[in-house]
């Protein structure tokens, strides 16, 4: 369901007060406890039910910390291309939100931002509502929140995609364009198969390379090969973009993900100390700032769109 926000300032016509703030209007359909936004409650919501959230007993090192710094540079790329420079205090949704890698990225760009996060993970939702007493954190599927139409200039949705079935990801882009204006952007991130191949080989699974070759399909978790994640997602994408919603694809660009792969799957069988961790990351970096925008590499697809309505 999409309802109505007038924009911050702006009143209605005949002098009367102004509309409710965000907080207000999604408090009509969510309950608010410090900045974390939910529908009923964590013992009766089908959302905290259904949650397949894992605490485990000590923190593993993943393959993000190469792909945060890339991640990083690229959205200020970005920003610069566009028209989004000229936002002071732009009103950005993050669908998948996580417990704010987005935000953090976000934050240094846009420090007046009004953020919104839509995470399913109530975990990772709470998390990101106790970053910044600005953010509002929002825990619900993103094919099913309800958020105002139009109201947002940004809308990402960095990795997401590839998780929902066909259906699901119909409706969940339909919702992105949806709470997006006339002339604002979304951003879309999905992994593309030869990365998710080349995955297989650094684990060394000849068998799982094969299968994920012939389903089109990658392990939700390594552990657990019989869930699986679309990877064919990313290879529809620009023409499902234009045929289906009202976006229009302006630049496209990849994070190089080859030495991440590599040294994150060593960092996770191996224990190494923060000292360590440091210096493998500066000389990362290092290689990939030396190679050329244009060189071979596995990447992350990322598309930049504009909202045409």
């Given at each position: ?57 000590e923190?593993q ?86 958020l ?71 392990p ?7 869930e ?15 045929k ?39 000389i ?26």
């Open positions: 369901m999409v309802f109505a926000i007038t924009p911050p300032g702006k009143r209605l016509s005949g002098g009367k007060a102004n509309m409710p703030s965000l907080k207000e209007v999604l408090s009509q359909k969510y309950n608010n406890e410090n900045g974390l936004f939910f529908k009923g409650s964590p013992g009766i919501s089908p959302v905290f039910s259904n949650m397949q959230y894992i605490e485990r007993a923190v090192y993943t393959t993000s910390f190469y792909e945060y710094r890339q991640t990083e540079k690229l959205f200020a790329k970005i920003v610069n291309n566009t028209d989004i420079s000229s936002l002071v205090a732009p009103k950005i949704s993050d669908f998948g939100a996580g417990d704010g890698r987005m935000f953090r990225i976000l934050k240094k760009l846009f420090p007046d931002m009004q953020y919104v996060g839509v995470e399913y993970d109530y975990l990772n939702a709470k998390k990101l509502a106790a970053l910044d007493d600005k953010i509002i954190s929002i825990c619900d599927d993103a094919s099913s929140v309800e105002p139409g139009g109201y947002f200039d940004l809308g990402v949705a960095w990795g997401l995609f590839h998780n929902f079935s066909d259906r699901q990801y119909q409706v969940c882009l339909k919702n992105l364009v949806a709470y997006t204006r006339d002339g604002g952007h979304v951003i879309i991130a999905e992994p593309t198969l030869e990365s998710v191949l080349l995955y297989s080989l650094v684990k060394r699974d000849i068998s799982e390379f094969i299968r994920i070759y012939n389903t089109r399909t990658r939700a978790m390594w552990e657990n090969k019989d699986r994640y679309n990877v064919n997602f990313i290879g529809q994408t620009r023409n499902r973009l234009a289906e919603t009202g976006l229009r694809i302006i630049s496209e660009y990849g994070v190089n993900i080859w030495p991440s792969l590599i040294f994150g799957n060593i960092l996770q069988d191996l224990k190494t100390d923060d000292d360590t961790l440091r210096e493998l990351d500066r990362v970096n290092d290689y990939g700032d030396e190679r050329p925008p244009d060189a071979y590499a596995p990447r992350t697809a990322v598309y930049v769109c504009q909202v045409v309505k």
